[in-house]
């Protein structure tokens, strides 16, 4: 079936340095990648969508010059948490969507990065 | 605009009780449903999907109908097990995305 790679799983780093979380669709060409943030016991809340060899679309306040999104191939897509701070610790989860029919058309999430900025 | 309403929790069930979470939703044209399950430090599973009007998606043991008269999905167990412990999210799929419900975390004891 289909599968996304996500990771690190788990990252800590301090206060204005900048993180890379890498997501990988390891079995299917991902057309579509999508980048959600998880608030403790809130639901997911979409950052952007990226389509392969284009810019990410960015959701209302979203700063995208601090959540950089790469998306430079169809397996592979890059979040990239930029001078980082506390209230930047989150789960982020990404999402991939191929093309065409059955189990790769739809949204595989990955399992998830644990971010927490000290 | 299109949105998912989920019942609140958290719900705290006896092993072997039945479990309904229920779930409506507002969107135009003919969306398709998810459940989806996260369990505790990990990303999301499909759980089932349903994606036409009468649909019953099933898995595991749960299943949900897709309500187009009432605008529902909601979801049901006959039995649940400590195993299903987790956050379950309705969702529903948007011109080219996913809207989530708020999630509602189960929690199962022996």
């Known amino acids: 079936g289909a599968v996304v790679s996500q990771h690190p799983s788990r990252v800590i780093c301090k206060s204005g340095t900048s993180v890379k979380i890498e997501c990988r669709s390891l079995?299917?060409?991902?057309?579509?990648m999508f980048w959600y943030r998880q608030f403790p016991k809130q639901s997911l809340m979409l950052m952007a969508t990226s389509n392969e060899g284009s810019k990410a679309t960015y959701e209302q306040g979203v700063e995208k010059d601090k959540f950089l999104i790469n998306h430079a191939s169809l397996t592979l897509s890059t979040l990239t948490v930029t001078s980082a701070h506390p209230e930047d610790s989150s789960f982020y989860i990404c999402?991939?969507?191929?093309?065409?029919?059955?189990?790769?058309?739809?949204?595989?999430f990955g399992s998830g990065t644990r971010l927490t900025v000290v | 605009g299109d949105s998912v309403t989920q019942m609140e929790g958290p719900v705290t069930l006896s092993e072997e009780a039945f479990l309904t979470i229920n779930c409506t939703y507002t969107?135009?044209?003919?969306?398709?449903l998810f459940w989806y399950v996260q369990y505790p430090g990990e990303g999301l599973q499909l759980l089932l999907k349903?994606?036409?009007?009468?649909d019953k998606g099933s898995n595991k043991g749960f299943e949900a109908t897709y309500r187009k008269e009432t605008t529902s999905f909601h979801l049901e167990k006959g039995s649940v097990q400590v195993s299903d412990s987790a956050v379950y999210f309705c969702a529903l799929t948007g011109a080219n995305n996913l809207f989530f419900g708020t999630g509602t975390r189960l929690t199962v004891i022996p």
């Open positions: 079995d299917f060409q991902a057309t579509t």
């Open positions: 999402s991939a969507r191929g093309s065409g029919g059955g189990e790769r058309s739809g949204y595989t």
């Open positions: 969107a135009t044209g003919y969306p398709s």
């Open positions: 349903a994606t036409k009007a009468d």
